[in-house]
Every structure is written in C-alpha cells, then in structure tokens.
C-alpha cells in the first residue's frame, strides 16, 4: 500500500500541471533552438522554401519564449508602493510580443515564397529533408502539450500564448511535409511556394489572434461567464430579507481575478456586526474562485450609489 502511495505522489510531481511556467518556459527556448538547428538543415539540404518558411516560424518560437520567460518573471514580482494589484498585466505584454514577431515572420515567409513562385527551384533530398521536419514536430508537439496542462492549472496568459504557437507551429509543419511530399510525388515545384504562402496566412492569422487577446487583457475583460456564475451562487447563500448586493464589477489581470460590489444590511447593525458578515462573504468568494481578490462596501439598506451615473464619468 505505502509503495502504491509513493509512486501516485511521484506521478503527480511530474504531470505537466505541476511543472512550473518559468521551468517551461525555459524547455520552449531549449527546444526552439534545437528544432531551428533541426529545421534550417532540412532546408538547407533540400532547398523548400517551404522548409524555410517553417524554420523560420521557429525563429519566432525561439524570440517568443524567451520574452515570455522575462514577461513572467516580472508578472511574479510581489506588489509594491508604485503597482499595488501587483505586475500580472506583464503576461499580457508576453502574447501581444509574440503576435507582432508572428506577423512579421508570415510577411517575411510570403515574401520569399513569391521570390519562389517567379524562379522555381527543383527539391533535393526530400527524404532526410521530411524525416528532420518531423522529428522537431514531434518534440514541439510533446512541449505545446505539458505547457498547455500547466497553463490551465496556473492561469498563465503568457505559457497558453506559446503553447498554442507552438500548436500552430506543428500544424505549418505537418502542411510543409505534406506540400513537399506532393511535390515530390507530381514534379509541381509552384507547389512549393505555394504551400509556404499557406503557411503564412495561417501564421498570420494566428499572429492576429494573440495580439487581439493581448489587447483584451489589457483592456480589464470581466471575468469568464462560468466564474461569475460561482460568484453570483456564492453570494446567493448570503442573501437575506435585510442582506442584499448590487453594482457587482469585476476584471481580469493576468492570472489574478478582482470582484468589486456592494452589501447592504440594516443601518441599525453594529459596525462590528457588519464586518464580520462581510469578512465571511469575501472569504467564501475567494474559496471559491482560486486567485480572487474581493472588495466589498457596506451600505445602508436605504442608501443607494450612484457613481455610474453620467455626470459622474466627465
């Protein structure tokens, strides 16, 4: 029985959701570099662009993740005078990062793919070419998997946005393979190019993507529809006759959520009473959303706020 225990808690320590994003993030970079050396060979001896393009998707990977390395070690940096919610936002700079470096990567693999199209190039050594852009996809795809566990499990903006690149990147390669096989198999070499300008539009797009989630995560998105429904079952356990809540906001900041609303209770009621009712609402809030930070103002029953009205955000 205790052997049976020991190995559960070994398996446990090395799932992927208990791997740290920095430790992660550390293997992208490792990785990066191993599927560039990987990847600009297979080009090299079988001059595709297409194997160009791909390698040099891996060029962003390499940039990418160690910007998400420095962007999450600064999101970890405890609170202080100047930032008092602290540097979670940090990650959101991580993916916005990443999504410009993609786009400027489609760009650049779009532009050497009509240099291709005008002066077709025939394909050499295909063989050893596809077996080396497999085996990096492989060992992208193994990554992209226990990075996306973790980010899961700790709300990293910046390890999803690489993970999901990393994805994006094992689905170019498994297009790039496939487009120099049909090269090999037909003797089409415009299918060469062609399928470098494919990939592209799909790194661009993917690109596109994360920079539009980057922007969103600066901009204090409210919090996902599932966590608010928990808030609103949370506080439905408090309410009462003479307890109710109102001008219930909230915002995401990393991996950090915030609630901020109101309680009114009876003006009669100790202001001791109060708090502890209040301390035990935004206790049984955080309990039951991880990471939350709640707020609440006590009210009178009979006072109302009015801080959302016109005048009031001139």
Known sequence: MRAGLSDNRCMSLIAPQHWKPEGLLRASIAVA?????????????????????????SLVNLASAAFALLMVTIARRPADAEHPYGHHKAEY???????????????????????????????????????LSVLSSVINGALAWAMLQSARQHRSIALEGDARHLITD?????????GV??????????????VAIGVALNILREGVSLMWKSSQGLMDEALEPEIMADIERTLATFKHPTIRFDHISSRRSGKRRFVDLHMHMPASWTLGRAAAVR????????????????????????VEAHFDDEEDLI
């Open 33 to 57: 570099v191993l599927t560039i050396a990987l990847k600009t060979l297979a080009w090299w001896i079988t001059a595709s662009v297409g194997l160009l393009a791909d390698a040099m998707e």
């Open 93 to 131: 700079f991580s993916s916005g990062f990443e999504g410009l470096l993609i786009i400027v990567a489609a760009l650049g693999i779009v532009w050497a793919a009509i240099q291709r199209l005008l002066v077709p190039q025939p394909i050499d050594q295909l063989g050893w070419g596809l077996t």
């Open 170 to 178: 094992v689905w170019t390669s498994a297009g790039v393979v496939v």
């Open 181 to 194: 096989a049909l090269v090999a198999v037909s003797g089409w070499q415009w299918l060469d190019p062609a």
């Open 279 to 302: 301390g035990s609402v935004e206790q049984a809030l955080m309990s039951a959303v991880p990471g939350l930070r709640a707020t609440i103002q006590l009210l009178p029953s009979d």
